[in-house]
């Protein structure tokens, strides 16, 4: 047929639409022709002004434009694709956008049948139809426009191509999503049930929501099913990667890719794309937060710390209220309080929460902090919704992920139903939560039960967290022990304790790091000192000393293997509280009752001070059953006559928790004893005088207790000042062992 002839008839086109379909109905002309007569067609003037607007940006002033190109030349294949292009670029997949959808895939429809195969037209159209989850045809639609810039020789530009395989990989992804983690329990499975509760069809069948133990039983005789749809992950990736070759920029294409290699534990493989996706875009807060959540998971903790502020620092105001708010954690009646409080109350109180819950201070990264935030990506990375405009840690899966972490065992069913239920079991002890999913859609919510049970536990378990360096926590034998200090209103705090070396895997040779951190009650730091020491025969004994202002703090022991931070072992740790007060001159007090581990012993014939005494100090508060227990205390105020000496007198008492008290015998004492009490005596008694140096006595002693059983025991010391009637008292806490098991 003549050019002209056909090209009169396509002009007829948009005047009688009925009459020129059933002509080209008669004519075989090829599609070839039609995007050839396309071709010479001269682009309109209002054409060409649109194209400029959109490459300044002005995109409304461009569709407006293109509207206008589209009515008054109705048959101008490029306006209709780029307006329908435009159209469905900013068309959401809410069910709201419907109708801008419509009107996208009738202006690409009309350039399809003026254009042909065109391999533009084919892609927007195939993108189009995956946004309407039209997926099994999109996905055809979008292999034809491969195809036919293959067989045209075309070369798709980059940023289509990345287009294209973004959208193929998104269509696997919803095929594969049905299948990830799916799983048959056979009929020969033993059946979940849960004594006295009856869930479906009849008393044997229960919730596993409430029975997280027997899901457990059950789910090992599960069949996983997802190997069978292993292609559809296999083309899924390999879409994504594509997307990303073509434009190693392409955000959502890298988020998408990066997920499932997180799923699979492809750290190195994921450390790449998301480090590239951060040279291309730097200042993106997503691309900050996957790095950082990569680097965390790797055990570079400095890094990832870096890397999670820069994401927060680059977040839009609302979304970086949601990685300062630890409400999440916080057990309800505690999260109302916090809710309550103003944004700087909130900011030291996330400061303390952190503080509290971080699992160690030898590093100098919070752990805890540090995996809040790795949380919160993690569940922006799995389980963002777009369609429904929803961010991953708003989701029902995602803000359990956010509580509770990573689940123990996960697993869905049932394959032949339209919808899927996803299990989480985080231990045979629970808890268990169960999420519904549609076919195709990636938004899970809330089973009703689980949605209790998740209500429930914010009451008093709003979260759980394992640090994965940490194997073992072990708790670190110390003693402590509160003296007058340097100056008139300063504590002298001494702490003595012993690492257990055989529970930390520390043999002679190794390396031990140590530390002591001192805080106040709000968790603002004090004071704190961190050793690594190479450990000989002999072992290894803690020793520290601070003063400090009377009042109350924590403190912190801690003790483990020296070697890199991501290095998983165990940790000997101790954390208290302790409070100190003034020991004020011309007021008679009492030292605490330091426990030695032999007899206190003079070094000379002075015993004026405590530099003329051998003191062991005891690293910790057990002592052996029938061994002698060893004290030194200093006496400070007390009355002093003309020749500086001061004259006291003592009682001394063993209690059990019920405050009976056992007949003891002092073995040995300080210098001017001047009467002891019998030895079967409840309460030991003796008097001293002593010479008054600097406003202080110090005095040692120690006791047999006969026929003492192991427990708990206090050791309660009187002292009465001679001269003026004043009283004082100290008891020590003694935990009593059998004899073989030694003291410490």
Not at 209 to 231: F, H, M, R, T, Y
Not at 253 to 281: C, F, N, P, T
Not at 696 to 713: K, Q, W
Request: glycine share 6%; hydrophobic share 40%.
């Amino acid at each position: 047929m003549p050019l002209q002839c056909f090209s009169d008839r396509l002009q007829l086109l948009s005047q009688h639409a009925s009459l020129c379909l059933a002509i080209l109905a008669l004519v075989e002309a090829p599609a070839a022709m039609l995007a050839a007569q396309n071709d010479v067609r001269v682009e309109p003037a209002s054409y060409r002004l649109a194209l400029a607007l959109l490459d300044a940006g002005d995109t409304a002033s461009a569709v407006d434009r293109l509207r206008d190109v589209v009515e008054e030349v109705p048959d101008f294949g490029p306006a209709l694709l780029r307006l329908g292009s435009i159209l469905s670029s900013q068309a959401h997949e809410i069910e709201r956008q419907y109708d801008q959808r419509m009107e996208a895939e009738r202006l690409l429809e009309r350039a399809h049948r003026l254009m042909g195969s065109d391999p533009e037209v084919l892609l927007e159209y195939g993108l189009l139809l995956r946004k309407q989850h039209v997926r099994v045809d999109a996905k055809r639609v979008l292999d034809r426009a491969w195809k036919a810039a293959e067989e045209k020789g075309e070369s798709i530009s980059r940023d289509n191509r990345a287009r294209m395989h973004f959208e193929l990989g998104r269509i696997y992804q919803a095929w594969w999503e049905d299948w990830d983690g799916l799983v048959m329990v056979p009929p020969t499975a033993e059946r979940i049930s849960c004594s006295g509760i009856a869930w479906g069809g009849g008393p044997d069948q229960a919730s596993p929501v409430l029975c997280p133990e027997a899901w457990a039983e059950q789910n090992e005789q599960a069949v996983p099913l997802a190997g069978l749809k292993s292609e559809e992950r296999a083309r899924m990736m390999e879409h994504f990667l594509l997307a990303l070759e073509a434009d190693p920029g392409h955000v959502d294409a890298a988020v998408a890719a990066l997920s499932y290699l997180a799923e699979g534990g492809e750290w190195k493989r994921y450390d790449q794309i998301a480090h590239e996706l951060l040279r291309q875009s730097p200042r993106d807060p997503r691309t900050n937060l996957f790095v950082g959540l990569g680097l965390h998971n790797r055990g570079r903790d400095d890094e990832a710390e870096a890397a999670f502020r820069r994401a927060v620092e680059l977040l839009p105001s609302d979304q970086r209220r949601v990685f300062e708010d630890v409400g999440v954690l916080l057990p309800r009646n505690e999260r109302r309080r916090y809710e309550a409080a103003d944004r700087l109350e909130r900011a030291d109180f996330n400061r303390m929460v952190f503080t509290a819950k971080d699992p160690l201070f030898l590093t100098d990264a919070n752990e805890r902090e540090l995996e809040h935030y790795a949380r919160l990506a993690w569940a922006e990375l799995r389980f963002s919704a777009p369609a429904s405009g929803l961010r991953g840690w708003e989701s029902d899966r995602g803000n359990i992920w956010v509580r509770y972490g990573r689940p123990w065992r996960s697993a869905m069913c049932c394959y032949g139903l339209p919808v899927r239920t996803i299990t989480w079991s985080y231990g045979p002890r629970g808890p268990l939560f169960q999420f519904d999913k549609r076919l195709t859609y990636r938004r899970a919510r809330f089973e009703v039960k689980s949605f209790v049970v998740a209500e429930a536990l914010e009451k008093e378990s709003p979260e759980a967290y394992t640090p994965v360096t940490v194997t073992a926590v072990h708790s670190i034998p110390h003693q402590l022990a509160r003296f007058r200090g340097s100056g008139a209103d300063l504590t002298r705090v001494e702490i003595y304790a012993a690492p257990p070396l055989d529970s930390l895997g520390a043999d002679s040779g190794t390396r031990l790091e140590t530390g002591i951190f001192t805080f106040l009650l709000d968790y603002t730091p004090v004071w704190q000192r961190k050793n690594t020491t190479e450990l000989t025969e002999r072992g290894v004994g803690l020793t520290y000393v601070f003063e400090v202002l009377p009042g109350a703090y924590r403190y912190a022991l801690e003790a483990r293997r020296a070697g890199p931070d991501s290095l998983p072992r165990p940790v000997g740790r101790a954390r208290t509280t302790v409070e100190t007060e003034v020991f004020p001159a011309g007021r008679l007090s009492i030292s605490d009752l330091l426990l030695a581990a032999d007899t206190v012993r003079p070094r000379n014939s002075a015993q004026a001070r405590r530099d003329d005494l051998v003191i062991v100090p005891l690293r910790g508060t057990t002592v052996p059953a029938d061994q002698p227990i060893h004290l030194y205390f200093e006496v400070y105020g007390l009355a002093a006559d003309s020749a500086g000496v001061g004259a006291f007198r003592a009682e001394l008492a063993v209690e059990d928790s019920t405050k009976r008290s056992f007949g003891a015998r002092l073995i040995r004492a300080g210098r001017n004893v001047l009467g002891l009490g019998e030895d079967q005596d409840a309460t030991v008694s003796w008097e001293r005088q002593a010479e008054i140096v600097d406003d202080m006595v110090p005095e040692y002693i120690s006791i047999e207790v006969p026929g003492l059983e192991a427990g708990e025991y206090a050791v309660r010391v009187r002292l009465i000042d001679l001269a003026t009637g004043q009283e004082a008292e100290r008891v020590r806490r003694v935990s009593v062992v059998p004899e073989e098991a030694g003291g410490r």
